[in-house]
């Protein structure tokens, strides 16, 4: 059987505002192992964003506990947490986030320059690693030369490079358009069927049925818990779209 | 991270905001600029002292009349004048120490050559050992000889300005001549070899050197004691012969011992401090007022430090969310304010070198650059760097990585 990379117990978070707590998270209890790919839906304010920065070790719960890949997070300090989501886990946001004036190449090795046992050779790596996104043709690219699909992948080149155990996605379609959504989850699949395992974040259904399993929240709680079928297969996808423009041209 | 790393960084992004990292830079470079140049004016100018004071002469020692008094600050009320040539005489016999002694009378009124040019220029009466003293060589002629000492000659040395003044610049123009002095003619046997200004500006040269024997009963009343002249065998016997002089003088003024001598007794060394003192002050003074200007430009680097955090506060998070610790951001803004005020730094050293330069060319003062004070300015460059680059980096450093990643 498959290790588990997330087990969360009674998961809770609450903000103060003035005089009322908000539970933004009211005790989850949440499993996913090693290969799985899970979809995080639910309306804004349902509490998928502070789930996504607790796992992501970006903000710490008020209580409960989370084991990451074996490892309890919720005693850590901030340079444990630095170094954790260094080493385990990988970052794709809506956003890109990339480093702004800085090429594809140096924004995928940046992970790696914040690696306390520095071992193998950064250049090398990172270009493996856009090699994977085919972007290798695009390595000394600034990110405002790339288009939005590019950029995602560069950024998903980045989660992946120091080799994490779980890649998180926030959002990560949320500013492409359908055609490299499809691109990306593509992507999201192979890297998928290889052994990562994959969580994201989305409100979207067509987005979410390419995951193995979607995890609905409302109101801090969780509500839905179930496989996906049938699932998507964006690959075939893509090419289906591809084809299908080439037909209208 | 690696240092080379961080410093490679640095330099990106401060090559992205070239002009507001100019301007910001600029405190620092007009500062490090400015003390460069104020040390250099100060180092200038005591250097030029120093080396007129080696002027003066050899292993002098100087005898002045007045109270003692320590840092340039009389301790007595009475300073009048009680040298007289007695003391000068008394030296001479009895020091053991001092090779040579000349008392030296000061006398002033107009002069006229038998040329009929008018002149104004102080006489001193000396010793002939006065030469030896001050070690000052004659030009053309000779200098008088203890003969013409007790037979109270009527002759004369003239000083090169005087010369040049009275009689031109024909070689032995002066020889033989004779200038008047309050109605009494003094025969010029010898004129003596340039010797340039003081520290304070007086030319040297422009003085008449007469027998003090001659001046005293010619220009009785006309004249005083201004101080006595000594020079010891070697440097080593200075500070003995001072000792020496300062017990016989006070034997001479039938000083008791509870008194206070009412002379003093220097060599040069102590000439040298009393005049460097003054610029010692004026250079720290100036090096002060430069380094206010250094403090008020750190603080720039720290203003523009906190905005670029502000600005960059995304870029922090980002870093944040990929592995960066609080200590790596921490490192990544000290750095980046350390290389920009040393960048500054370097660039104010090479102001401070051609502010020097020029200013050495435009007012004619000598200026002076040592490396203790280039280095000194570019380690309190890079300080300047630390102390005013800590406080943006470490407020860079305490985001919360999920703040700093939302922050818009």
Partial sequence: MAADVIRIRGLAKTYVMGTN?????????????????VAVMGASGSGKSTMMNMLGCLDKPTSGSYELDGERVEVMDR???????????????????????????????????????????????????????????RTHHLPNELSGGQQQRVAIARALVTEPALLLADEPTGNLDSRTSVEVLALFQELNDNGLTVVMVTHEDNIAHYAKRIVELRDGRIVRDEPVSPRGNAAADLAAIDARRKGNA | MKPQMLVRIALRSIRRTKMRSTLTALGIIIGVGAVIVMVAIGHGAKSRIEQSIKNLGTNMVVITPGAANTGNVSQGAGSFNRLKIEDA??????????????????????????????????????????????????????????????????????????????????????????????????????????KGQTASGTDQDDVIIAPYTTVQERLAGHQFIAQILGSAASPSDVEAAMTEAKAI????????????????????????????????????????????????????????????????????????????????????????????????????????????????????????????????????????????????????????????????
């Fill in chain 1, 21 to 37: 707590e908000v539970h933004a998270l009211d005790g989850i209890d949440l499993t996913i192992t090693q290969g799985e790919m």
């Fill in chain 1, 79 to 137: 340079n444990q947490l630095a170094d954790l989501r260094n080493r385990r886990i990988g970052f794709v946001f809506q956003g890109f986030n990339l480093l702004a004036r800085t090429s594809a190449l140096e924004n995928v090795e940046l992970p790696m320059m914040y690696e306390r046992s520095r071992k193998k050779d950064v250049r090398d790596a990172a270009m493996k690693a856009l090699a994977r996104v085919g972007l290798a043709e």
């Fill in chain 2, 89 to 194: 005489e008394k030296l001479k016999r009895e020091s053991v120490l001092l090779a040579d002694v000349s008392p030296v009378i000061m006398a002033f009124g107009r002069i006229r050559g038998n040329n009929g040019t008018n002149w104004r220029c102080p006489v001193y009466g000396v010793d002939p050992a006065y030469q030896n003293i001050r070690d000052w060589q004659v030009g053309q002629g000779q200098f008088f000889d203890a003969r013409d000492l007790r037979a109270r000659r009527k002759v004369c040395v003239l000083g090169a300005t005087v010369a040049l003044q009275i009689f031109g610049d024909g070689e032995g123009a002066a020889l033989g001549q004779e200038v008047i002095l309050r109605d009494v003619p003094f025969t010029v046997i010898g004129v003596l070899a340039p």
């Fill in chain 2, 249 to 408: 003088m006070r034997e001479s003024h039938k000083l008791g011992d509870w008194e206070d001598s009412d002379f003093q007794v220097k060599n040069q060394a102590d000439l040298a401090n009393a005049a460097t003192g003054a610029t010692d002050v004026m250079t720290i003074l100036l090096a002060c007022i430069a380094g206010i200007s250094l403090l008020v430009g750190g603080i720039g680097i720290m203003n523009i430090m906190l905005v670029s955090v502000t600005e960059r506060t995304r870029e922090i998070g980002i870093r944040m969310a990929i592995g960066a610790r609080p200590a790596d951001v921490l490192l990544q803004f000290l750095v980046e304010a350390i290389v920009l005020s040393l960048l500054g730094g370097l660039l104010g050293v090479a102001l401070g070198y051609g502010g020097s330069w020029l200013v050495g060319r435009l007012t004619g003062w000598p200026t002076m650059i040592d490396g203790m004070t280039v280095g000194v300015a570019l380690g309190f460059s890079a300080a300047v760097g630390v102390f005013f680059g800590f406080w943006p980096a470490r407020k860079a450093a305490a985001l919360n990585p999920i703040d700093a990643l939302r922050y818009e």
